[in-house]
């Protein structure tokens, strides 16, 4: 069914845009019931890769339901952490370190302001052009390319002074 | 410096798609639910450049609307009265009460047509026309007797008065038979026809028969009747408007949905069959692409294009040659072959993606990407029909190939469609 194997993949885009637990179902949910509802727009060319396509598509929607709720609430940034129940516990696989890392790094992403974050997620994470971060922001291409430089330099920052801390714990 | 940010963006990337989140219980009672619901507002959300919006249904609606407009506004101002150009005679038709031989007699203004036989010797006596109420003259221009049949209909709706007894105006429902004797026509028609004009605009005699001042002018006869078409140059300007459908592919593959081209054209007529032709059109492209065919390299594209569609509004400046290689009084064969240009003005793709960034679907506007000068091939064969002495309208299937790639992502977009257009001379 396709809700249930895409599930997982639209809560993950979702989570990283609203960085709340709960409304990133709901926004993955609402997602859903869009692509349900206009299923027939799903067209598809090439039969080697539907699933890909059907992918794609899928995060395209799921992206500009996220922003439609940043958007709901005037993009006020979130209170508080990330709170670890949201987290899948970590196993004992060779990944585990890798998977800490990801973890961290998703999370510094949220101490980015909600636009910077967006751009960032688009450009970095998602593969947007700066064409059609402005198209879905309502901005210009040039804002959108100083908001991603803004939030690379945040993020090297953030990443540098967690390296000193531990240097120095160290 | 580069170097960190494409380090740390691949790094995120990473994170963005493997990062641990919990996959809690999915809701599907929840997403049914929603989904049972009448409105749920999603239609701003959806990626929507893939699907035909209403308004674009609406302007390709009015786009067609405008073809039938044209051509009745065309009938409309060419006149029932009209004969095509060449066409071997004046063609005269009355459809509205001439007046008494009282007016006539006062030198009343137009609506007359005054007939006088001049002929010596002629058996018939001399005829006026006092009132009529239709009066329908077709004089050939090898002679009148092609059309005799066609006058004795005509001749029997006409009321007539020897020219002894001008003042008569009792419409005579039973006319003298001798009056309309076939040997008196035939003796007018036999002779050759003569184009001979009386005063400057008042009066024009056509072999014998005269058409007085605005009289010919309501019938359609102009000075122009008066000179032989054959002699005339068939060289000159003409110019018009065209409109029609455009399909769009890359490399034959499937066709998205209908463009359409709208434009005005100019040409040259050097003689009877050959002339030269340019033109402006706004087009409007549709076409459906496979990833290996467009050229990301210019698209600032990151990741491997798997499918797009595109959609292209751009200018085009077709320059051809056109052949008439039948042509006939009313209508003409033609093939026309030639280049055109084009000038991309703005070009949107909606596009399928895949890579390290996962599976994706984007939106790209291009604004004024590429000006391909002289690099499609255009050729076309056409059907003329004329609608007036100086118009015709013209059906015209053609295909344009491409001689390279168009347009920033440098696809070989081929087209095939009709115009259909209405052209002007001004011979």
Known sequence: ?170 | MERLENDMDDLFRKAGELYPLKITESDWDGVAGKLQEAKFGDEQTMPGANSIGTGNKRRWLFLLFLIPLALAGLIYTSGSARKHPGSPAPVIVRNTPLPTAGSVAKGSPAKQVELVNRVKGNQSPDIKILQASTVKLQASATGFSDNLQAKHAAIHKVNYVKSGDPESTASNENPDPSLFAEESFQSQLAKPLSLTTVSNTETISVHGISLTGSAAETAGVSKNVKANPAAKSANGFYAGFLVGPDMSAVKFQSVKQLGFSLGARVGYRFNKRLSVETGLLWDKKYYYSKGEYFDKSEAGLQFDILSLEGTCNMFEIPLTVRYDFSTHTNHNFFVKGGISSYLMKKENYSYNADGVYGPWQGDSTYYNSTNNIFSIVQISAGYDLAVGRKTKISFEPYVKIPLHGIGIGGMPISSAGLYIGITHSFR
Request: charged content about 30%.
């Open chain 1, 1 to 170: 069914m396709l809700y249930e194997r895409f599930y997982g993949y639209a809560l993950k885009i979702a989570f990283r845009y609203v960085y709340r637990y709960d409304i990133a179902v709901n926004v993955a949910n609402d997602g859903f019931v869009k692509i349900f509802r206009h299923i027939e727009r799903f067209r598809y060319e090439d039969e080697d890769y539907p699933e890909r396509l059907m992918m794609a598509w899928m995060k395209r929607i799921v992206i500009n339901t996220s922003i439609d709720e940043l958007r709901k609430n005037n993009m006020t940034p979130e209170i508080g952490g990330i709170p670890e129940y949201v987290w899948e516990e970590p196993d004992n696989s060779q990944k585990a370190d890798q998977l800490l890392l990801y973890k961290e790094l998703i999370s510094y992403v949220k101490s980015l302001p909600p636009m910077y974050r967006i751009v960032f997620n688009m450009f970095v994470m998602d593969g947007c052009t700066h064409f059609e971060i402005a198209d879905a922001l309502g901005i210009s291409v040039g804002t959108s390319k100083s908001n991603l430089s803004r939030a690379r330099g945040i993020l090297q920052k953030i990443i540098k002074e967690k390296e000193e801390a531990k240097s120095w714990s160290v």
